[in-house]
Every structure is written in structure tokens, then in C-alpha cells.
């Protein structure tokens, strides 16, 4: 019975200092960090202004190599290159727009350059009159020096005859011709087309096709840089002797000769690599193709054939084979080499 | 036999070696010196051979000598001065609950420091895991460093795919009815994404190197899409979309086996790159469709 309760009396212990341990506070938990609300840019769609649909023309002096910016928000664009040092604009049934000269020659006084906007009307907020010119067409006159900086929303753009080009268009097909100095053009949704231009071209279009016809570099260094996602690529008598080509799932067609010294990278996915080449040149050509097929139809050297089942990689000369190289990768499309006739 | 011939008895004991030292040398000198003993030490030895012969077993287990003794004492003072404490006090504390009193009391004990643990406010099982959970340890991410890419590069390393920590079954809430799960709670900070289910990596996967780069931005530019798809893509955009990336998605799944057949595939290690690249040119074209959307505001 003694030692029962000298059990029980330590037993006691124990339990209050086990009790004791339990109240102790916990740590506590550290806060959460609340998430920083995204914050959501939707572009608004392009506000309506009734009673404001009138044909407004506007004419500013400017120098050769007049710099021209502007937005265009919906409408048919077209821009022209013409002799005079002048620009022109004109915009038919849309919103009423002024030319801002932000920069002038320091002799002639002439604008070098300028940036075309709608201009304010009373009672309208600024982000109500927005930034972006409007109307069933846009027609510019800009000397054949002038550079074109705009972006637009959906809008049939074409340009022609001026030195420079640098847009971005949400929606619309672009046509771009005799653009001497360089392009940069990129169009979510619509056909691209590149004629007798020349200088560094960096195309890009999501879902359209592209077509590049009669392309000549300024230096030996410009870079042809095409590229779609869904859309097909055909390049046609391109002088540049650096071309990377790359479409998704469309095809790829290149027609001409390869260039001494040239590095040329045609990719696609799934869709078809053709090239259609003189078969007296000179190049070196590599194709690695995942489930397709390799298929030349004009003489060529194979130096080396790995053929696995996935991954086949052909390396393969044309004449001699010194003089450029050629790149063709695609998962599942088919690769070939189809003589060009002259 | 001289007066001082020994007894039947000690020759006995001398013959089954239960006699000391000095005993035993005495004895010895004696049948040396004395015929009448050694006979009787001659007739005791061929008597106990005829009987040891008969029974020699018996009486080897049942009848232990004097000599057995000691060595069973010796290996038993051996064998305690080997035992570790721990079992010496776990049969004290064995022996002591012998006492019904002491094993009572022991049984409170244990009573009371369970309903402690159980109902007692902060001792319980809710608060050690709550808290346990919601200490902000980083789940540990183990990545591989991108690899360039080499000709004739050897075999895939295995320890790249098995450190992939999205491959680990993270778990922020642990139910209450298994608190022993509370100890691998693994934390994730909220503003971190957590891949939608089915794009987990898989944890045998085999990564080529470089390879793990590319899924890295993927995993990125993917969630990045996710968030942008419903504003940004109009309805006919986002159908050709998503069929551009399932075949781009197609592409890589056939190559990744491919390269996990044969791993020294250079085309087919050249067209999975080339894949991946088209899904993040892909993934990145939504991104910058917004940024034109937005900046035409």
C-alpha cells in the first residue's frame, strides 16, 4: 500500500508537469502574404463617336527622312512614298485627327518628326479620344525616306515605296513593297506579303501566311528572320545569305539559289520543307527529320546517314558543298529537294 | 598401506578432478611413494571405467562434478559483467511491475498522460499538426543545372529525373486523422503556381540535358497562358491555338520516347529541342499579343 502511494504521488507529478508542457503557447503561424491582384489589361474595344465620321486631310512639310508614328484602330491603310518632302494625310469618314510635330530640322524648319493623332474634343477624356486614328481609310503620302513606327488593331495595311517599316496589327492582312531601308512587321491574325524590299527583315506573323518575293540585302550581314505558327511560309528569289525560316504547322517552300557563304535554318513541325534549288550549286545540307521523309530529286553527295527509327539525320552536298550551309529539321513532315528549273 | 594411505573418498575426488591445488599435488606425491594407495587409485580408475563406460552419458548430463560447477559459475559471472545497462534496467523496471501495487500505479500514469495529450488546449493533436503545417519551410527544389548540349554525349543521368520536385505528391493540409502525416507536410508559398493536374513530371521521367530548361519555361509561359487565354484569345484564335500545340505537344511526346530509347539519338535530341522551342515560341506569341492589345488602350 506504501508503495502504491509513492506511485501514485509521482505519477501526480508527472501529470501536472505534462499539463504545464501542453499550456505552453504554440508558435504561432506566420501570416500569408495576400496575392497582389493581376492586374487586368484589356485593350477596350474602338469607341464609337457619332456624328464624328467626316473626311479630314492634313499636309505638313517634312524632311526625306521624316519619321512617322501613329496608331491605327480600325480601316484600310495605305501609305505611299512620293517625291515631295511632304506628308499628307487623309482619313474618310473617321474621327478627326491633327499632326503633331515633335521634331523639326534645325535648317529648313521641316518636320523629321511626327506623330498623327486624334485630336481632342470637348467633353471627351483623353482616354476616350485615345491615340489611334479611325476610319473607313487611311491614306498617307510620306517622302520615300520616311520611316514608319505604328501598330494598329484591325486594319488592312499597305505600304509601299519608303524606306522603313516597323509595325505590329492585331487583325488584318499587310502587304509591304519597295521597302528599301528594312522591315520589322509582326500580325497576330492575317497574311503577311514582302515584295522587292531589301535591308533586315524580321517577319513574323500567328496564324497567317507569309510570302517573301524579290528580298535584297543592304550588307552582306542582314538577317532574313520569318516566322509563323499555324500559317505557311513561301520565300522566293531571296538574296540574303542569313534566312531562318520557321513555321509550326504549315509548310515552308524556298525558291532560289543558295548563296556562297550563306547559313540557311528552314524548321516546321509537321508540315513540308521544300526546297526548290538550281542543282549546279554548292552547298552543304543537313536535314534532321523526327517520323518524316528525306527526298532529294536533284544530285547530292550523302556524306553522312543516320537513319534510326524517330531520328534520321542526313548530311548531304550539293556540288561541292563548300560554299553555304543548309539547316532543315522537322518532327513529322516530309523534306525535299526539288530541282529549280532556270 | 602405510597408516596415513588415503580415503576411497579423496581418491574418488582425485580421479574426477574435484580436488585443488595443493590437494591434488599432495595426493599425487603420496601414490608416488605409497603401492597400497596406487593399487587402490589403480582399482578405483578400472572401476570407474568399467562404470563410466556403461553410463558415461548419464552421468555426464545429470551428475555435473565439482569442476563443471565452477565453470558454469565462471560463465555466468562472465555473461553478467557483458550485459548492457539499458537491459539491466529493463528488467528492474520488469521485476518492479511485478508488484501488482507498482503496476497500478503505472496504468494511472498512462491514463492520465493520454487524456492530457487528448484534451488539453494546445497540447492536442489539431494544434501540432495546424502548426506544423503552416511553418513556412520552402519546399526543397533540387534542379538541374542546364547541360549543354554535347555530340556524343554520355547516357542520360537518372538522379536528374528522380530530384524533380514537382514529381513529389505535395501536401499542405493533412487530415486530422493521421497527425504522423503532419511530419512531411511540405510547404508551398501561395504566389506559387501549382501545375494543373496531369502535367506533373513524371519521377522516372529521363531528362536529356538541357531538357530541363526548357520544361522549366514551359511551366512558366503555361501558366502565364492559362491566366491570358479567356481575354486575350477570341474564340476561333484559341481553337487554331490549341490545335498548334497539340501537335507541337504530339511532336515532343513522340520524340521524348525516342530519345529515351536511345538516348545517343542526335536527330531525334535535335528535333525534341526544335519541338520545345516551337511550344515556347508558341506560349510566348500570347503574351505578346497581350502586351499589343494592351498597349493599344
Known amino acids: 500500500m506504501r508503495s502504491f502511494i509513492n506511485s501514485s504521488v509521482f505519477a501526480l507529478v508527472l501529470f501536472v508537469g505534462a499539463a504545464a508542457q501542453a499550456q505552453t503557447p504554440p508558435v504561432p503561424p506566420v501570416p500569408k502574404v495576400p496575392p497582389v491582384p493581376r492586374t487586368v489589361r484589356v485593350a477596350p474595344t474602338a469607341p464609337a463617336f457619332p456624328g464624328q465620321r467626316t473626311d479630314t486631310e492634313l499636309r505638313v512639310a517634312a524632311e526625306q527622312n521624316v519619321n512617322l508614328k501613329f496608331c491605327i484602330s480600325e480601316g484600310e491603310l495605305k501609305v505611299n512614298g512620293w517625291d515631295r518632302n511632304e506628308v499628307r494625310i487623309l482619313v474618310r469618314s473617321g474621327r478627326k485627327f491633327g499632326i503633331r510635330v515633335l521634331e523639326r530640322a534645325p535648317r529648313s524648319g521641316n518636320a523629321t518628326w511626327i506623330w498623327a493623332t486624334p485630336t481632342a474634343i470637348e467633353g471627351q477624356t483623353a482616354a476616350q479620344r485615345g491615340e489611334c486614328l479611325s476610319g473607313d481609310s487611311v491614306e498617307m503620302d510620306v517622302p520615300h525616306g520616311a520611316t514608319l513606327n505604328f501598330h494598329g488593331r484591325s486594319a488592312t495595311t499597305s505600304v509601299d515605296s519608303v524606306r522603313k517599316v516597323s509595325l505590329k496589327i492585331v487583325e488584318g492582312n499587310i502587304s509591304l513593297r519597295n521597302i528599301t531601308g528594312g522591315i520589322s512587321a509582326s500580325a497576330l491574325q492575317g497574311d503577311l506579303i514582302v515584295t522587292n524590299s531589301s535591308g533586315s527583315l524580321s517577319l513574323d506573323s500567328t496564324t497567317g501566311n507569309i510570302i517573301v518575293y524579290g528580298l535584297e540585302p543592304i550588307e552582306s550581314s542582314d538577317l532574313l528572320k520569318v516566322k509563323t505558327n499555324s500559317g505557311s511560309i513561301m520565300l522566293q528569289r531571296v538574296g540574303h545569305r542569313q534566312i531562318e525560316a520557321n513555321s509550326i504547322t504549315g509548310s515552308l517552300q524556298f525558291e532560289g539559289g543558295f548563296l556562297a557563304g550563306g547559313i540557311y535554318n528552314f524548321k516546321t513541325s509537321n508540315g513540308t520543307l521544300r526546297m526548290l534549288v538550281p542543282e549546279n550549286g554548292n552547298c552543304t545540307v543537313s536535314a534532321a527529320y523526327g517520323f518524316g521523309s528525306f527526298n532529294a530529286a536533284i544530285p547530292v553527295e550523302t556524306i553522312t546517314e543516320n537513319i534510326t527509327p524517330g531520328g534520321k539525320n542526313v548530311v548531304a552536298k550539293i556540288g561541292t558543298g563548300e560554299a553555304c550551309n543548309v539547316t532543315l529539321t522537322t518532327s513529322s513532315g516530309r523534306i525535299q529537294i526539288v530541282r529549280l528549273e532556270p | 598401506m602405510s597408516r596415513n594411505c588415503i580415503d576411497i573418498g579423496t581418491l574418488q575426488a582425485f580421479l574426477d578432478g574435484e580436488t585443488k591445488g595443493e590437494e591434488t599435488i599432495l595426493i599425487s606425491n603420496h601414490i608416488s611413494d605409497c603401492d597400497t594407495c596406487a593399487l587402490m587409485l589403480a582399482e578405483a580408475e578400472e572401476e570407474m571405467s568399467f562404470v563410466m563406460a556403461t553410463v558415461e552419458s548419464d552421468v555426464n548430463m545429470l551428475v555435473p562434478t565439482q569442476r563443471l560447477w565452477s565453470r558454469i559459475n565462471d560463465a555466468i559471472e562472465t555473461e553478467r559483467a557483458h ?119 513524371p519521377v522516372n521521367a529521363l531528362y536529356v540535358p538541357g531538357e530541363d530548361s526548357y ?24 481553337v487554331s491555338f490549341e490545335r498548334d500545340l497539340a501537335v507541337v505537344e504530339n511532336s515532343i511526346k513522340q520524340m521524348r520516347e525516342v530519345v529515351r530509347k536511345n538516348p545517343n539519338n542526335q536527330a531525334a535530341r535535335q528535333v525534341l529541342y526544335s519541338s520545345y522551342q516551337d511550344k515556347i515560341d508558341l506560349l510566348n506569341s500570347v503574351g505578346q499579343k497581350e502586351e499589343l492589345l494592351a498597349s493599344l488602350q
Open chain 2, 83 to 201: 550485459v548492457p545497462l539499458w537491459h539491466r534496467i529493463y528488467v528492474g523496471f520488469t521485476s518492479m511491475l511485478a508488484s501488482p501495487s507498482l503496476a497500478t500505479a503505472a496504468a494511472v500514469l498512462v491514463l492520465f498522460g493520454f487524456f492530457a495529450f487528448i484534451f488539453l488546449p494546445g497540447g492536442g493533436l489539431d494544434g501540432t499538426t495546424s502548426d506544423i503545417a503552416a511553418v513556412p519551410q520552402p519546399a526543397a527544389t533540387v534542379s538541374a543545372e542546364p547541360m549543354p548540349t554535347v555530340r556524343n554525349a554520355p547516357p542520360v543521368n537518372t538522379e536528374v529525373a528522380a530530384a524533380q520536385p514537382e514529381a513529389l505528391p505535395v501536401r499542405t493540409e493533412q487530415p486530422k486523422a493521421s497527425p504522423a502525416r503532419a511530419t512531411h507536410a511540405a510547404y508551398r508559398p501561395d504566389n506559387v503556381a501549382r501545375p494543373p493536374a496531369g502535367n506533373f513530371r
Open chain 2, 215 to 238: 520544361l522549366n519555361t514551359i511551366e512558366t509561359l503555361k501558366a502565364s497562358y492559362d491566366s491570358q487565354k479567356d481575354r486575350v484569345l477570341s474564340p476561333s484564335s484559341r
